[in-house]
């Protein structure tokens, strides 16, 4: 899966977090979207997503 890049070329966090309120019972998609969960910091302003 890919998503679009801002001009900085970083990844828009926003769109990101939003997949997690869509509704799919597959347990591969369930297990990404705890990943995404589990990978959310608060940098005080806006939220960060730690990816290695």
């Known amino acids: 899966m ?3 890049i801002n001009k900085q070329g970083h990844i ?3 769109q ?3 997949l ?3 509704n ?3 347990q591969d998609w369930l297990k990404a ?3 995404i969960a ?3 910091y ?3 302003k806006r939220p960060y997503l730690l990816i290695y």
């Open 33 to 35: 979207m705890n990943t």
């Open 42 to 44: 608060d940098g005080g």
């Open 38 to 40: 589990n990978s959310i």
């Open 2 to 4: 890919s998503f679009r």
């Open 24 to 26: 799919i019972t597959d």
């Open 12 to 14: 828009a966090v926003n």
């Open 16 to 18: 990101v977090l939003s």
């Open 20 to 22: 997690r309120q869509l």
